[in-house]
């Protein structure tokens, strides 16, 4: 899965199962490339559950590990988007630690990984963070591995990712974040 073992994960999660999906069916496939401006707006994550998983609890994670760039990772990895407590395969009901923020690649430094990892929980997790979508603080240097760990999540149960560089629309993301 393109270096994502051992940059992010141990072992490479089941990438079939995780769909994500932006506007105008621009659908997550492996490791396509996708711009900035296509990535934007919080995209559609689906899954299947079976019958006896409906009420079984998830966690979603989206991370960056190039950032700055993928020769210079300094603050790999960078948190875009956290929902946990999420029921069965329901998204919008889960509870949102950090809210979705696109893709935005500095100029120059190549392609950029964006993963989405899917965890199975054996418990409610109790958190009170929250990361608006216009805020950098407490994004950077984020650990998809650390999260799991501290939170007995385990191995994902289920991943997907795109690429992405530098556009004319990453300056624009930019200018809407506060701190």
């Not at 994502?4 to 990438?15: F, G, M, N, T, Y």
């Not at 995209?43 to 020769?71: C, F, G, I, N, Y």
């Not at 603050?75 to 923020?101: D, M």
């Amino acid at each position: 899965m393109n270096a994502l073992v051992p940059d992010v994960v141990d072992e490479a999660p089941p990438k079939d199962k995780l769909k994500v999906n932006y506007a105008a069916e621009l659908a997550v496939k492996e490791g396509n490339e996708l711009t900035p401006l296509q990535v934007k707006d919080e995209p559609q994550v689906s899954w299947d559950t079976s019958a006896d998983d409906k009420e079984q609890l998830h966690t979603l994670l989206m991370v960056d590990p190039d950032a700055p760039s993928r020769k210079e990772p300094k603050f790999r990895e960078i948190l875009h988007w956290a929902v946990v407590n999420i029921p069965g395969n329901q998204l919008s009901k889960g509870q949102t630690l950090a809210e979705y923020i696109g893709s935005g690649p500095p100029e120059g430094t190549g392609l950029h990984r964006y993963i989405f990892l899917l965890y199975r929980q054996s418990q409610k997790i109790e958190e009170t963070l929250h990361i608006d979508k216009r805020t950098r603080q407490g994004r950077l240097n984020f650990s998809a591995r650390a999260f799991a760990g501290k939170y007995g999540l385990g191995k994902p149960i289920a991943g997907n990712f795109y690429e992405a560089q530098y556009d004319d629309y990453v300056p624009i993301r930019n200018k809407e974040f506060s701190a």
